[in-house]
């Protein structure tokens, strides 16, 4: 409970903006994927207060909570923004080494596609 009483802070004293604890957010409050979520956008509205994760290795998640009331739709999907995403997911699927589109997003750890990396595993199995 003490973690709890160091992310309670709903005047902004401590922080500078209200903050709550995870899953203590007062209503008419959301967080960018909640909005998402609701088919909403922030729309260039300021993070009105936050929300506090308390971790114990590492600080705090903060999720910055927005005003539901004053969020804009999401801009629709154009024909030109289709475009783009379906090129530069064509982009991630082809192999630099052996220029074959995978059906699958290529690890950007292995940075070629998985017959490129591992040819004797693929060899043996055939």
Do not use: H
Request: charged share 20%.
């Amino acid at each position: 409970m003490a973690a709890w009483g160091k992310c309670f802070d709903p005047n902004g004293a401590r922080y500078g903006i209200p903050t709550y604890p995870w899953r203590c957010a007062p209503d008419g409050l959301a967080t960018k994927r909640q909005l998402r979520a609701q088919g909403l956008r922030p729309g260039g509205q300021p993070v009105v207060a936050q929300i506090l994760r308390p971790r114990y290795r590492r600080g705090p998640l903060v999720a910055y909570l927005y005003q539901v009331d004053k969020a804009k739709p999401v801009r629709p999907m154009t024909a030109a923004k289709r475009r783009a995403l379906d090129c530069a997911m064509r982009a991630r699927r082809t192999c630099p080494q052996c220029l074959t589109e995978a059906e699958y997003v290529i690890p950007t750890s292995l940075g070629v596609c998985v017959p490129c990396a591992y040819p004797d595993d693929q060899t043996a199995a055939a």
